[in-house]
């Protein structure tokens, strides 16, 4: 689509031109690309041009759909990302010749700063994770703030005013959704006040891990290779937070393989969760990996939720009770060697869920434990 739409711009921009005589007399000397060019020229953060068979992000009603430009600035060291929406009715006039007038795309949101985010490749963003509404109306994208940390935005495709919806988060942002009025996102909780060793003659490393010693910032949990997280809903105007237990953590691991799931009803909301204990009847599971599998206890045996290798399952939060149980009594496939994709797929009326990568309960009738 990106190639048809360019040759169309570039036929409109040789039609100003009408005769080879006005041509020639208009052309200019051939310059250089220039690092300055390089860096200050717009090019699209999402789709990933990078990524083969990238596309755009369409409006679920399929009238438009959106895409998010970058381009550096060299006076002010800092980068510029904008969310636009291109009607799919303009583009489709254009390419079937029935306009040479171009799309005239609707900027939603803009952003200029410095970026402090770690980023993974020159094509990086300050607008990351779009999601569209289910009503097409609007859309809900991460925002890189100061600190490199990361806030959720909403705007309205006809009422373009951008609304901070965590404004009062001091920690990054991640796994975002929206739905009838429901955001869910995860957070890292709090982190502890740190002692600055880096002046010390010595430090005692014993019982930390070698990533928290090198890395305190980065990985702040002793038995984790990562972050912890907190699941926030927000929900009739309150914002919980899950697991409510100070020392228990949405899954790492999790955290980047699955998001949040809110049901289409907005009653509840599907998320995992810690195995709380390792029963001995699921070394009868025949993992992908055989030398892999489930103990009851060990050196990973941290039951938080912050250890890479402790086993989670599927669970569902009520948002209306607050209380979270468990789908069924299995787990995933994730510590087991297990390279499938986690996804949740509701019914249309929210009374039932598929999920993808999970074990099927040993016992019988062991799934009647969840209440959907």
């Known amino acids: 689509m990106f190639w048809r739409l360019g040759i169309a711009f570039i036929l409109g921009a040789a039609s ?22 390089s860096i200050e020229m717009r090019v699209f953060s999402d789709p990933f041009t990078r990524t083969p068979g990238a596309t755009a992000k369409e409006a679920p009603d399929g009238r438009g759909f959106v895409v998010v430009t970058t381009q550096g600035h060299l006076e002010s060291n800092s980068l510029e ?15 079937e010749h029935k306009t040479d007038a171009p799309p005239r795309p609707q900027l939603l949101f803009r952003k200029r700063a410095i970026p402090e985010a770690e980023q993974f490749d020159s094509y990086g963003s300050l607008i990351t994770d779009l999601r569209w509404s289910a009503n097409s109306e609007g859309l809900i994208f991460l925002v890189e703030e100061p600190h490199g940390s990361h806030h959720l935005y909403q705007v309205g495709i006809s009422q373009r005013t951008p609304v901070d ?9 991640i796994s975002p959704r929206l739905q009838n009025g429901i955001v869910a996102y995860l957070v890292p909780p709090t982190r502890r006040e740190q002692h600055d060793d880096s002046n010390a003659v010595s430090t005692v490393i014993t019982g930390h891990s070698i990533f928290e010693t090198l890395f305190p910032q980065e990985f702040p949990d002793p038995p984790g290779l990562g972050r912890s997280w907190k699941l926030k809903v927000t929900f009739r105007g309150r914002t919980s937070t899950f697991p409510s237990a100070e020392n228990e953590f949405f899954p790492y691991t999790a955290a980047q393989a699955f998001t949040p799931s809110i049901a289409p009803d907005g009653k509840s909301i599907l998320t995992v969760m810690p195995v709380r204990e390792v029963p001995l009847s699921w070394s009868a599971y025949r993992p992908t990996n055989l030398s892999m599998g489930f103990v009851t206890s060990g050196p990973s045996s941290d039951r938080s939720g912050r250890h890479v290798t402790w086993p989670w399952e599927y669970a569902l939060i009520n ?9 069924f009594a ?19 009326h929210g009374s039932e869920v598929s999920v993808t990568n999970t074990y099927l309960p040993l016992l019988p009738g062991a799934h009647k434990e969840a209440s959907i």
């Not at 100003?16 to 300055?36: I, Y």
């Not at 209306?320 to 789908?327: A, H, P, S, W, Y």
């Open 16 to 37: 100003l031109c009408r005769s080879s005589v006005s041509c020639a007399q208009s052309r200019t000397p051939p310059q250089n690309f220039s690092v300055r060019d």
């Open 81 to 95: 990302s904008s969310l636009w929406y291109f009607p799919k009715k303009e583009l489709e006039d254009l390419l």
């Open 165 to 173: 919806l965590t404004p009062g988060e001091i920690g990054d942002v």
């Open 319 to 327: 948002l209306t009770t607050g209380v979270t149980t468990r789908l």
């Open 330 to 348: 299995a787990p995933t496939d994730y510590t087991t060697g297990g390279k499938g994709t986690f996804q949740a797929a509701w019914s249309h």
